[in-house]
């Protein structure tokens, strides 16, 4: 995609990167729009990068972006579309998702019974184990919120457990070979 300016046609909240540290874009303001990958868009606001959530992308003149997942007719979460979810979850300053670039260590679909139990009298919550590309990284806050929220609309799924784990630590190897060629380090 090519940058762009475009104005805020009403107040949005956003959060800056890679901070994390929420802010809020007034109405009129200009931005430019540098990406717009995995319903979420990265502007510059004010000299700083900023990402704006899907749902609020008419704020930004585009479609709002949104989840939708058919419900499975077994009544357990479908781990095709956890790992939908999970996909859909981009760095903000890498054009690449999150499983692409190997952040995602583990993700199991574990069931149990308790109080809340979904369909056929079970919970299901999804655990997953996720690294950053640096520790230091001030989105890993964000990216475990994003991932949380995403993998929660999958249907069926009660709950989502996001372990941040930095063993093994990360490396560029551990990126698809479609990443590591769309980011011109293959």
Request: overall charge negative; charged content about 20%.
């Amino acid at each position: 995609m090519q940058s762009r300016i475009v104005p805020v046609s009403r107040e949005v909240e956003a959060r800056l990167v890679p901070t994390g540290t929420p802010t809020t874009i007034p109405e009129g303001t200009f931005v430019t729009l540098t990406q717009t990958l995995g319903g979420a868009y990265t502007v510059v606001f004010e000299g700083n990068m900023a990402r704006v959530e899907g749902e609020d992308g008419d704020a930004l003149g585009l479609d709002p972006v949104t989840l939708e997942f058919q419900p499975p007719a077994d009544g357990k979460p479908s781990m095709a579309q956890v790992e939908e979810a999970l996909a859909s979850v981009y760095d903000p300053e890498i054009p690449v998702n999150i499983v692409e670039l190997g952040l995602i260590y583990r993700c199991e679909i574990l069931a149990g019974d308790g109080p809340d139990s979904g369909a056929q009298g079970r919970e299901h919550a999804v655990h997953i184990d996720l690294t950053l590309t640096a520790p230091g990284c001030g989105m890993g806050p964000v990216l475990v919120q994003d991932v949380e929220r995403r993998v929660a609309q999958v249907p069926f799924v009660s709950d989502v457990v996001v372990r941040l784990v930095f063993d093994p630590p990360w490396s560029r190897d551990m990126m698809t070979e479609e990443a590591q060629l769309a980011l011109g380090i293959f």
